[in-house]
């Protein structure tokens, strides 16, 4: 019934999550922060964080056979509403031609304090 996919983050046996999971022919993608060897991936850079984001979830969406084109939700976490135009920024590369439905808030805080951005998004199986 569910199809399970973990990307070895140290946060999915210490919280007990999965980067992504199949339910049908709806893939979701947990809340994705910009990593990079188990360290943040270029704090104080939404630009390049966001970007950083993607590509995990690209990764994630590839192991079901799935690319971004696949996307139909996103929404972005940032810790700086400020940051929108970076953040969109990296979002427009990834999906100007095939735009899903999106959401950008501002939030508290993320799991560390250098991460100025997070990402979930749900795709769909052709």
């Known amino acids: 019934m569910f199809e399970r996919r973990f990307s070895g983050s140290p946060w999915e046996k210490k919280?007990?999550?999965c980067r992504a999971i199949r339910v049908g022919n709806v893939v979701h993608l947990?809340?994705?922060?910009?990593v990079l060897a188990g360290e943040v991936f270029a704090p104080g850079d939404p630009f390049a964080q966001a970007e950083r984001c993607m590509e995990i979830a690209a990764e994630a969406l590839a192991s079901f056979g799935l690319d971004l084109s696949h996307v139909y939700r996103v929404r972005w976490y940032l810790t700086e509403i400020s940051d929108q135009e970076a953040v969109?920024?990296?979002?427009?590369?990834?999906f100007a031609d095939h735009p899903p439905v999106a959401t950008m808030v501002e939030v508290k805080g993320l799991v560390d304090p250098a991460m100025r951005v997070e990402i979930e998004l749900e795709a769909a199986l052709p």
Request: proline share 7%; aromatic share 6%; hydrophobic share 45%.
């Open 15 to 17: 919280i007990g999550f």
């Open 88 to 94: 969109g920024r990296a979002h427009h590369a990834a």
């Open 30 to 34: 947990a809340g994705t922060a910009p």
